[in-house]
């Protein structure tokens, strides 16, 4: 956890670190999701499959699924139990399954049971080998076009900052966001719990192996984990709603072009603040009938909280990790600019004519924190 000594550093007016973070993060993601829809044999819902005659085409999924599940899933296979110990978090089992990726069975060294437990065994359909041959190769492909697009010396002090502030972290972080759970909270309070206890130090985690995204994630999880510890409102829902609702109300349906994250994150966001008392949704029975977001009392209160605690955390990171933290912040200013389609991120977004985010409006700006749901990982909650 973070230390209580403060020094503020974060300039006026200028984007918190939890948003450069995670713009930055959400860019690489839809900028690799991309690149692996040009490759990888596939169906969608929405947007029609590959030509491919491949017959074991796979749901398209994002960057995530990978990191969290079948970068550790070997021609052998392994446990549900050891694969969430590798991957430090978990992953959507079922939908893996159900979308053409991994198979689950029992394990015959184990008594049967009647349906999946720890002990059933995960392996990689050919499906899901076809997926894990194409997205390996792409996490230095993408990183390279970085290189290119924003300089080689920035990104060397990006993955500076990073791997020197990663390296101080609890090894137990995953490399990914994990999947977000009721409330869109990051991680349970239990799982927030068990960090605060000492680590045991995994010194197989080398910064500097680990994945520009990997990086980013592990930063920004640490910051959220702090986060929530202090809020009874997940990070992901004050920094995507209540951060743009403030003192005035909204119409829901401006909500997703608003935050950069999806109709269907937006709608458990609702879901969560309506039940909770945080907000009330009401229909504007004066012009539109669109359906408008007021904030409840407790729904400012915690409005106000939420720029309280991320204002008092992000004061005393630099003081906790040094000069790596200011030599961060400078790096991810220059690289993500203001989060805007006049932001640098922006040209490694546009996507390929036939890709399926070809057929959706454009984002007028990039989450201020990812929405990873179980719908496939997208980082906007796609």
Not at 15 to 22: C, D, E, I, K, V
Not at 249 to 278: C, H, W
Not at 291 to 313: N, S
Request: net charge positive; proline share 8%; hydrophobic share 40%.
């Amino acid at each position: 956890m973070l230390s209580r000594a403060k020094s503020r550093t974060q300039p006026a007016g200028a984007l918190p670190l939890s948003a450069l973070l995670s713009q930055a993060l959400v860019a690489f993601t839809i900028e690799f999701d991309n690149e692996a829809e040009q490759h990888l044999p596939h169906s969608t819902t929405r947007y029609g499959s590959t030509g491919d005659t491949f017959s074991a085409a796979p749901w398209l999924v994002s960057m995530a699924m990978y990191l969290n599940c079948m970068q550790y899933i070997g021609p052998e296979g392994l446990t549900i139990r050891e694969l969430v110990r590798k991957a430090r978090t978990k992953t959507n089992f079922r939908g893996m399954s159900r979308w053409g990726y991994i198979s689950i069975r029992p394990n015959p060294a184990v008594p049967k049971s009647t349906k999946p437990d720890a002990d059933w065994i995960v392996r990689a359909k050919p499906g899901g080998e076809k997926a894990q041959e194409i997205w390996r190769p792409l996490f230095p492909l993408i990183e390279d076009r970085w290189r290119e697009r924003f300089g080689s010396d920035q990104i060397r002090l990006l993955r500076d900052s990073l791997e020197n502030i990663v390296s101080q972290l609890d090894p137990r972080l995953p490399d990914c966001m994990p999947i977000l759970g009721y409330g869109l909270r990051t991680v349970s309070q239990q799982k927030i719990s068990s960090l605060k206890k000492a680590p045991s130090i995994d010194t197989s985690i080398v910064p500097g192996d680990l994945s520009l995204p990997a990086l980013l994630a592990k930063v920004l999880l640490t910051l959220a984990i702090e986060f929530e510890a202090q809020s009874e409102v997940s990070l992901a829902i004050c920094a995507n709603v209540l951060r743009l609702v403030g003192k005035d109300d909204l119409r829901v349906r401006d909500l997703p072009g608003l935050s950069g994250v999806s109709k269907e994150t937006i709608a458990m966001a609702m879901t969560f603040l309506t039940n909770q008392d945080y907000a009330i949704v009401e229909t504007d029975s004066s012009s539109s009938r669109a359906k408008v977001l007021f904030l409840t009392p407790k729904g400012r209160k915690a409005e106000a909280a939420y720029r309280r605690i991320l204002g008092d955390i992000e004061e005393r990171i630099p003081s906790l990790f040094g000069p790596a933290a200011i030599q961060l912040r400078q790096s991810l200013q220059s690289v993500v600019g203001d989060g805007t389609p006049s932001s640098p991120l922006f040209g490694g977004l546009i996507p390929y004519p036939d890709g399926w985010r070809a057929s959706i409006t454009p984002p007028a700006t990039l989450p201020h924190f990812p929405a990873v749901l179980h719908r496939g990982g997208y980082p906007d909650g796609s």
